[in-house]
């Protein structure tokens, strides 16, 4: 049964940084594509950033490429998102997912078959 923790969030003002970590217990967990999406009340979920098993490739959305840098260390089971220059409108809950091998299309929800609690970051300007 695999499971995915988030940690990390928190209370920032903008122009801060944060780093949000994702704690995976399954197995083979480096065959598997890490993704981060966030929801904001009244909005529907967004990609926000994604990388392959071996760590070699990532992906990110618009809004905060340039700003936020995935990671993940496949020895301790963690994926990492170091969000840098916060703005407002970065408040959410951020969910950490997972991914089967075999797809490309890292932004479509569909493809994450295990989903973290989440974890809420919040932004003051």
């Known amino acids: 049964q695999v499971q995915l923790v988030e940690s990390g969030g928190g209370l920032v003002q903008a122009g801060g940084s944060l780093r949000l970590s994702c704690a995976a217990s399954?197995?083979?967990?480096?065959?598997?594509?890490m993704g981060w999406f966030r929801q904001a009340p009244g909005k529907e979920r967004e990609f926000v950033a994604a990388i392959t098993g071996n760590g070699g490739s990532t992906f990110y959305g618009d809004s905060v490429k340039g700003r936020f840098t995935i990671s993940r260390d496949n020895a301790k089971k963690m994926v990492y998102l170091q969000m840098n220059s916060l703005k407002p409108e970065d408040t959410a809950i951020y969910y950490c997912a997972r991914a089967p091998s075999g797809y490309n299309d890292y932004a479509t929800l569909r493809r994450y078959d295990y989903w973290g609690q989440g974890t809420q970051v919040t932004v003051s300007s």
């Open positions: 399954g197995r083979t967990f480096s065959s598997y594509v």
